[in-house]
């Protein structure tokens, strides 16, 4: 028969049991961004010049200024950064520029694009712009198939479009404003061993 005590007892019970195992989100969390970071990162800096004169250009970019310098903070931030989530070192304190990275990117890269990163027209939150490629992404296909292999092509997965919506840096920022309220995660960062070896 249902109790409310013996409810409370299996709640304690499960509680107990997840918090011994409370690093685990966080490092599941760390080990999702940080590739992401370190590969956007990298990707800024091996096209160095192409992306400041990206980030500079206002007629076909984002018009930003000192685009050199903006071009070093941002790939500095994620590969740094993503590289200390990975260590689970100074996780909080990483997570704030990181953050700001991702403000920016969804503000002044993504905005524009609405939502989804890929275009689905079927998806409740498709806009025009991702109805007008859906178009374009059916023509693509005649194309293919008149032309082409279309089986070769497709058999490793579907033709798509990327929209380059805000959906993924969303994502990661809801991440990264997790780990800044809960650290790197117990027994899972050297952010834990640290604050054991000499507090605070």
């Not at 993503?82 to 990181?98: D, E, M």
């Not at 490629?133 to 059916?138: D, H, I, L, T």
Request: proline share 4%; net charge neutral; charged share 15%.
């Amino acid at each position: 028969m249902f109790s409310i005590s013996g409810f409370q007892r299996l709640q304690e019970r499960f509680t107990t049991a997840l918090t011994a195992a409370d690093g685990l989100g966080p490092l599941l969390l760390r080990l999702y961004l940080a590739p992401v970071m370190i590969q956007a990162g990298w990707t800024k800096f091996a096209a160095f010049e192409d992306t400041a004169a990206w980030m500079g250009n206002p007629d076909w970019g984002l018009g930003l200024p000192l685009p050199y310098l903006m071009t070093a903070l941002a790939a500095g931030t994620e590969l740094i950064g993503g590289a200390a989530l990975l260590l689970g070192l100074a996780t909080r304190w990483f997570a704030i520029p990181l953050i700001v990275t991702m403000l920016v990117a969804i503000f002044a890269v993504h905005w524009p694009n609405g939502w989804l990163a890929i275009a689905d027209c079927s998806s409740w939150l498709a806009n025009d712009r991702v109805l007008e490629a859906c178009e374009r992404k059916a023509r693509a296909i005649d194309i293919l198939r008149e032309h082409g292999n279309y089986g070769w092509l497709t058999a490793r997965g579907s033709i798509t479009i990327l929209n380059n919506g805000i959906e993924f840096a969303v994502t990661y920022l809801v991440m990264l404003v997790s780990l800044l309220f809960t650290g790197g995660g117990r027994h899972t960062s050297i952010d834990y061993w640290l604050q054991r070896r000499f507090g605070g």
